[in-house]
């Protein structure tokens, strides 16, 4: 799926996850697309953290979440 603009938040996650080939441990906090972030926690896997704004998580470093084109 390529998109042209999405909007960036962080999830803190619940448990485990593989995201983008890279396996995170329960707690940390990644930088993922809207449609993500709302896939998470539909599946109970995580939570978008309070209070982040699209400009403070793109500064958390490289967006995940995104197609490479």
Do not use: C, F
């Not at 799926?1 to 485990?16: D, E, Y």
């Not at 080939?21 to 539909?42: F, M």
């Not at 939570?47 to 995104?66: C, D, H």
């Amino acid at each position: 799926m390529t998109t042209t603009s999405q909007n960036l938040v962080k999830v803190a996650l619940k448990k485990s996850h593989t995201h983008a080939g890279t396996t995170y441990e329960e707690g940390k906090e990644i930088v993922v697309s809207q449609l993500d972030a709302d896939w998470l926690a539909s599946n109970a896997i995580g939570e978008v953290v309070p209070g982040e704004k699209e400009a403070e998580a793109e500064n958390q470093g490289p967006p995940r979440g995104k197609a490479k084109t």
